[in-house]
């Protein structure tokens, strides 16, 4: 995933994504990378700016050939408490934010094959 891509799924989720408790759009300072595990496949993390609801958004990216696909968007949870987030969750995404050195070049890298 590289920077366009990240442009691309922003603006996706910008456009198509709304808060699921007050179905407010969300702006580029409420949505926040959380972390992609692969190269096509990321996790943002948004909160509204009206009800303060927080959603993780799982993004996936088609790439066909030549043609990006536009990202598939799903929302992974929507309000995401502290009660409902199992400690293992917690676990991976500190693990991931204590591994993390802040590099997103490195992290969108497309794969050297
Ligand atoms: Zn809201």
Excluded at 11 to 34: F, L
């Amino acid at each position: 995933m590289n920077f366009q891509d990240l442009r691309s799924i922003i603006g996706q989720i910008k456009k198509n994504v709304r808060c699921p408790k007050c179905k407010m759009t969300y702006t580029d300072k409420d949505i926040e990378i959380i972390g992609s595990p692969t190269d096509n496949h990321a996790f943002f993390h948004a909160k509204c700016l009206k009800c303060k609801a927080e959603a993780v958004i799982n993004v996936s990216i088609e790439h066909d050939g030549a043609q990006a696909g536009i990202p598939e968007l799903k929302f992974l949870a929507n309000n995401v408490k502290q009660d409902q987030v199992t400690i293992n969750e917690v676990l991976d995404i500190r693990n991931f934010l204590n591994s993390f050195d802040g590099n997103f070049s490195d992290l969108f890298k497309a794969p050297q094959s």
